[in-house]
């Protein structure tokens, strides 16, 4: 079988383990690199699943505990309207 990694997702007192990870360097957004788990996993987007990679890091004292990254989402053909973030 091999190692599992186990998270709890959005500070939730679920917990999800993964036995298919990689650990890779990541530059997070103060430029800072830093080694992160990372997993193949899928996103549903109004009713549509995409396939993803995910790194995963300690979000609970962000504003968001979830940042979808540009390439993904110009991969996918995805638009964000920034007028409706955080209402």
């Not at 360097?25 to 080694?35: A, D, F, H, L, R």
């Not at 964000?80 to 973030?85: L, P, T």
């Amino acid at each position: 079988s091999g190692p599992v990694l186990k998270f709890s997702p959005f500070d939730t007192k679920i917990t999800v383990a993964a036995s298919r990870f990689k650990v890779r360097p990541v530059k997070s957004s103060n430029g800072q690199e830093e080694m992160r788990y990372a997993i193949e996993t899928e996103i549903e987007i109004k009713g549509i699943a995409y396939p993803i990679r995910l790194t995963l890091a300690n979000r609970s004292e962000m504003k968001a505990q979830v940042l979808i990254g540009r390439r993904f989402l110009r991969k996918n053909h995805l638009v964000v309207d920034a007028r409706q973030i955080n209402k």
